[in-house]
Structures are given as structure tokens and as C-alpha cells.
């Protein structure tokens, strides 16, 4: 549904943010799975990861797929100017980059998720989103955007004497644009609906409520923020001080203020994504567990000198 060369960068993006949105239930997960045989702990047993996986498999890569054949100079932002230009192998290459991209979002945004550094998760999504906007902003040689947006090789070529606003409209009124629409509407709403999904249904599960500090309409427009707007003004931000300074000076002082704006611990970024609930605890201790504890020792000061607290058991299963 995008060009050759983000895709990948669009399906580690995609594959990072299910995982951080499914958060919660890849912790009970591994907690229900606890003690049970290999099959069932085996990751191709994982619902949500199977789930990103299909996704990524029926929607983003044969949409992709189909936009190469039909228009493979916008499909590779004009490297070809037509089918002679485009080894068929590239088809092959960008259903698997997806898929393949997905997957190792995915997974390493589980890794942080599961051992309580789910912030670090995120900034999974945050990178996969940044590259993506970079090369349709930017590219590689600062006409990410004009190829972007011209649907044939002749409008990128005229693209400087025509202007932006006739060059938008031009690919506006083309056919690769209607294409875009129609699959993105199908690809981009189904990626919303999963991940929106998950973020409540995590927040159902014991112990999201002391975690969830702002309603949940206003937490999703939150994640939504974080998680696409934010790698947005980056991208561009990236892509102005490239075009003034130089590649090595400006993207020196994008990381320096990148650094500055998401990794102090007293950052606005990580203000803003400890609101939405996310958990940031290891998978093996239990909200449940914390919160008992918590409710024995506050219980304890009032309690009778020398008499036991009877033993609790808990289900290590949701529900």
C-alpha cells in the first residue's frame, strides 16, 4: 500500500504498536502458560502474535503487492519508471519484508513489554514510525514527498516547474491515489480497530485501573499522539534541519534533541505514556499479588499481636 522502500519500516512500526497496545494480555499470557507443556509456550501459540501476523500478511503485503504491478514507478518512488524497471523478485521481496517487519516488531516490543521496560516497547513503535515518515518526507536525496506525491514518472519530473499545489492535485485526481484510499481505508481501520481493541481490553484486566490515571477516550487519543503524530513532527523536524545543515550536522542535532525530548526519566514523553496504563512491571509478579500485599500490610497495623494471615491462593489465569 506504500512505496518499496518503507514498507519494512511501516510493519516493524505496526508490529511494535500491537504489541505495546496488547501489552497487558501478553503478561497474562505468559502467566497462564506457566508450568504447562512447550506447545502451549511456544510463541506460535501467542493469539495476538498470530493475529499480527495474519494482518500483516492479508492486508498491508497483497495491497503492496497489487500497487506494484499497477503503478511500479510510484510503488518504488520512481527508482523504476515502469515494469521493465522492476525485477519481479520485488513483489516477492515486499510481501516478506512486511510480514518478516511485523514479526520482529513485534517481538522485540514483547521482550521490553514482558520484563517491565514497556516504555522502551514503545519507542519501538516511535523508531519504525520515524523511518517511515522520514523517507516519505525526506527520502535519499531530500524528494521523499515529491515522489511521494506524483503517481507517474513524467509528474515527478515536472513536479519543480508545476509547483505543490498542482502536483497534489494532480495525484489527487489519479487513479494510484483512489487505490490508495480504498486499501488504505481497509488496511489503516483494521490496524486502528486491533490496536484500540487491545488497549481496552488490557484495561479490563486486574490491575489496570490504579495504571489507566485519564479516561479512556482521552488515553487512546493519547497513545494515538504518541504513537503517530510525535514520530510525524520528528520525521519533519528531521527532514528541515537535514535541509539546513548538512546529513551529518542535521541529523547530530535531531538525535541530540531526540535523546532530550524521550529518554530522561522526567521527560514529557514519558509523563504522557505513564498515563495510558501500560504496564510497567515484570510479566512474573502479579497486580493482583501487588495489591494484596499492599491491602496485608496496611492491614497489619491493626491487626491482633500473633495471629497468622491465613493463606491466600490465586489462579495464575485471567478471569
Known amino acids: 500500500m506504500i512505496p518499496v522502500q518503507a514498507a519494512p519500516l511501516w510493519a516493524y512500526g505496526i508490529g511494535a504498536t500491537f504489541a505495546v497496545a496488547a501489552g497487558r494480555q501478553l ?18 501459540a501467542n493469539p495476538y502474535l498470530a493475529l499480527t501476523l495474519l494482518y500483516a500478511a492479508l492486508l498491508p503485503a497483497p495491497t503492496g503487492a497489487y500497487l506494484m504491478w499497477q503503478n511500479p514507478a510510484w510503488s ?54 520515524f523511518l517511515l515518515f522520514f523517507t516519505l518526507i525526506h527520502g535519499w536525496d531530500g524528494t521523499g514527498y515529491e515522489r511521494l506525491l506524483s ?30 484510499l480504498i486499501f488504505g481505508t481497509a488496511v489503516i481501520g483494521t490496524m486502528l480497530l486491533a490496536e484500540i481493541g487491545w488497549l481496552v481490553e488490557g484495561w479490563r484486566l486486574p490491575g489496570a485501573a490504579a495504571d489507566l490515571k485519564v479516561p479512556r477516550v482521552i488515553a487512546v487519543a493519547i497513545a494515538g499522539a504518541g504513537v503517530y503524530g510525535l514520530p510525524f513532527a520528528g520525521a519533519l523536524g528531521a527532514s528541515v534541519l537535514v535541509r539546513l545543515l548538512g546529513w551529518w550536522a542535521g541529523i547530530g542535532v535531531f538525535a541530540l534533541l531526540a535523546g532530550v525530548v524521550l529518554l530522561p526519566a522526567r521527560s514529557p514523553v514519558r509523563a504522557l505514556y505513564g498515563l495510558v496504563g501500560v504496564p510497567d512491571r515484570h ?29 491466600v491462593r490465586r489462579t495464575s489465569r485471567p478471569g
Do not use: C, K
Open 151 to 180: 503517481a507517474d514518472p513524467q509528474a515527478f519530473a515536472d513536479w519543480p516547474a508545476e509547483g505543490v499545489a498542482n502536483g497534489v492535485l494532480a495525484f489527487a485526481t489519479s487513479g494510484t491515489f483512489l487505490a490508495v
Open 27 to 44: 503478561q497474562w499470557w505468559e502467566r497462564s502458560v506457566r508450568g504447562e507443556g512447550v506447545r502451549t509456550r511456544s510463541r506460535a
Open 76 to 129: 518504488t518512488m520512481h527508482a523504476a519508471r515502469g515494469h521493465d524497471g522492476v525485477w519481479a523478485g520485488f513483489a516477492l521481496f515486499y510481501g516478506a519484508s512486511v510480514v518478516v517487519g511485523a514479526l520482529l516488531g513485534f517481538l522485540v516490543a514483547r521482550l521490553f513489554v514482558l520484563v517491565g521496560a514497556g516504555y522502551w516497547g514503545y519507542l519501538q513503535a516511535v523508531a519504525g514510525y
Open 283 to 311: 510479566w512474573q509478579v502479579e497486580p493482583e499479588a501487588e495489591a494484596e500485599a499492599g491491602e496485608r500490610a496496611g492491614a497489619g497495623a491493626v491487626a491482633e499481636p500473633g495471629r497468622a494471615e491465613p493463606e
